[in-house]
Antibody, heavy 120, light 111 residues
């Protein structure tokens, strides 16, 4: 059964870069049927789709974050990663990775989420 | 402001039925059958409950159903149970973005 697990620092200083990795286990990251996505959820607020990536490296970003976000994939490690530059307190959130079933256009498997706090 | 509009809250008593609406435009909800619904309990990751407007993934109780009319999608939960108390989010493919769009979420309270 495929599982996703986020990892990375839980505390990042303002103006620095937030870096997270999502490890895919129990299945293939290179399947043509799926995309891989990053979401975030500030405390007490709704979900925000940050962006998505295909195993070939094709990426799609939320225009509101595009200038600060990079999503990449490492198929040899079954991982995909998120980088957000120049973070502020507004980037404090729980960050989730998830699998998008392309034929459904729905995210069927989610990681447990990881809390990232931006603070000095 | 979210691209899809959901009521902030709904409530119902155990055994009753409730419906959560999700209103978009002809560029998203109304134009495609790619509406999905997610359930999120506090401190937990979202869980896919409905995809392609009305399909349930394996393991989701048939008390959960989805439908769509024009630019509005709906999630109906029948035979409400205490464990259904959670936040619910709708999502849709959109022709205006490479990413889909989400609603702001609806908090369901089981009285």
């Amino acid at each position: 059964q495929l599982q996703l697990q986020e990892s990375g620092p839980g505390l990042v200083k303002p103006s620095e870069t937030l870096s997270l990795t999502c490890t895919v286990s129990g299945g293939s990251i290179t399947s043509s049927s799926y995309y891989w996505g990053w979401f975030r959820q500030p405390p007490g607020k709704g979900l925000e789709w940050i962006g998505s990536i295909y195993y070939s490296g094709i990426t799609y970003y939320n225009p509101s974050l595009k200038s600060r976000v990079t999503i990449s994939v490492d198929t040899s490690k079954s991982q995909f990663s998120l980088k957000v530059t120049s973070v502020t307190a507004a980037d404090t959130a729980v960050y989730y990775c998830a699998r998008l079933v392309s034929t459904w256009y729905a995210f069927d498997i989610w990681g447990q989420g990881t809390m990232v706090t931006v603070s000095s | 402001q979210s691209a899809l509009t959901q009521p902030a809250s709904v409530s119902g008593s155990p055994g009753q039925s409730i419906t959560i609406s999700c209103t978009g435009t002809s560029s998203d909800v109304g134009g495609y059958n790619y509406v999905s619904w997610y359930q999120q309990h506090p401190g937990k990751a979202p869980k896919l409950m409905i995809y392609e407007v009305s399909n349930r993934p394996s393991g989701v109780p048939d008390r959960f159903s989805g439908s769509k009319s024009d630019n509005t999608a709906s999630l109906t939960i029948s035979g409400l149970q205490a464990e259904d108390e959670a936040d619910y989010y709708c999502s849709s493919y959109t022709s205006t973005s490479a990413l889909g769009v989400f609603g702001g979420g609806t908090k369901l309270t089981v009285l």
